[in-house]
């Protein structure tokens, strides 16, 4: 095989899957429900959530429905989605006569713009940066697992589920012995890491995220365990091209969307109703109910992916993929990136008390409904990008920044499973 120093190009926008795009439009969503909770920053969370005591019927219905089905569940859906699109890239380049050496230069520099990338998006707006997690991630365990057998990423897999599942075992069985904490003792960190949001001196509140960014890195991208696990389960799923192909794998998408999304919306209902004031755990007791939250949260994001993909095929099937709303969706999960970070432009100066401060007006049901339309206006933006041809402008950054100048492969690139272009697995 002849070595390249530069990579193909990026795939024709017209030429995908539509599975992986559908996933990451519509779930951005939930990405923005999950965040927003984050900036209402003149209420005092509950304890074990960042939501804070409802003040009505409307509010708990949102706090109730963001608990149970999209905190802690939308991330590993899109972790799932990272490691797959790192198998798509790394088998697009190698089929267009790149050496699996520069691949693997190729992915290395990708994840370390994305860890430079999550870094200038802590600095100026959001201290919960997602893009430096995964981005860490993907260096450690494109290094470690990236090159292995398929049975060495599932034995892996399985076991880093083994491990979240007995820590969640230990706090439930812990959680009788651990009563009596007082509403301070709860909040513990959390509310601290949102402090900046609070801060209405500009530099000051920049100072705040950067400090706590690293946390968010290193805790959600490899100890929080859940990241490294989607990832490698990820890995394995696109070897078999789960999502380009689903038709092939109808079995296996049903019972992985009927159970993890069953494990995972019963899994959210303890923390979901003890938000709303049911279950009357006092808050440490509370937060012993995070880690099978999580644990819950990683069958339900893959098995949110399972469901989505199994919509995508059944609209592919009957030839109707060209609709608006369907449209404007993937083409949303085409630009996943750059508009992730567009939720940050739209929320950060408007909501926080360094800018406009409107969040102070705003509790839990008023809050659902402006993330609902900050997810719209992107969905639009993307629509529009979608119909004048051009890639958002993140991706475009990435790709530019990542890929050497490139010589073209002697040979053309063969066309099977290259149909998905992976560049806007970053959201």
Request: positive net charge; contains cysteine.
């Amino acid at each position: 095989m002849s070595r390249h120093t530069a990579s193909a190009g990026p795939t024709n926008t017209t030429d995908r899957a539509l599975a992986p795009d559908l996933a990451r439009g519509f779930m951005l969503l939930f990405i923005a429900l999950a965040n927003t909770v984050w900036y209402l920053w003149a209420s005092t969370p509950g304890g074990a959530t960042m939501h804070p005591e409802p003040e009505g019927a409307l509010d708990a219905v949102a706090q109730f429905f963001t608990v149970a089905a999209v905190d802690m569940r939308s991330y590993p859906m899109f972790a799932f989605l990272f490691g797959y699109g790192m198998v798509q890239l790394a088998r697009r380049q190698e089929a267009s006569g790149v050496s699996p050496k520069d691949v693997d230069g190729l992915l290395r520099r990708r994840n370390l713009w994305l860890i430079v990338f999550g870094f200038v998006h802590a600095l100026l707006l959001w201290m919960g940066d997602i893009l430096g997690a995964y981005g860490l991630a993907g260096l450690v365990l494109a290094w470690l697992f990236f090159r292995r057998r398929d049975t060495t990423l599932l034995v892996w897999g399985f076991v880093l589920v083994g491990l979240i599942g007995t820590l969640a075992v230990v706090s439930l069985l812990a959680l009788p012995f651990v009563g009596g904490a007082t509403a301070q003792d709860g909040d513990f960190d959390m509310a601290a890491l949102a402090g900046n949001i609070g801060e209405t001196s500009l530099v000051a509140a920049a100072l705040a995220r950067i400090s706590a960014w690293p946390l968010v890195v290193l805790g959600q991208g490899l100890l929080g365990l859940v990241v490294p696990t989607a990832i490698l389960f990820g890995f394995w799923a696109a070897r078999r091209s789960f999502l380009e192909e689903p038709g092939r794998h109808l079995r296996t998408l049903r019972l992985t969307a009927i159970v993890g999304i069953t494990v995972g919306w019963l899994g959210g209902l303890p923390l979901a109703l003890q938000q709303i004031g049911v279950l009357g755990l006092d808050p440490l007791q509370a937060q012993m109910l995070t880690m099978p939250h999580m644990l819950s949260g990683l069958f339900c994001g893959v098995g949110y992916v399972a469901l989505i993909a199994l919509v995508a095929h059944r609209f592919q099937e009957r030839g109707r993929t060209d609709g608006v709303v369907l449209t404007a969706l993937s083409a949303t999960g085409k630009r996943s990136m750059s508009a992730y970070l567009a939720q940050s432009v739209l929320c950060a100066p408007l909501l926080a008390a360094w800018g406009l401060g409107l969040a102070a007006y705003l509790t839990s049901w008023t809050m659902f409904l402006f993330a609902t339309g900050v997810w719209l206006v992107t969905v639009v933006a993307a629509y529009a990008l979608e119909r004048a041809g051009r890639r958002g402008p993140a991706e475009v950054l990435l790709r530019r920044l990542a890929y050497r100048p490139r010589t073209r492969p002697s040979a053309p690139a063969p066309s099977a499973d290259v149909h998905t272009d992976p560049e806007r697995t970053d959201a």
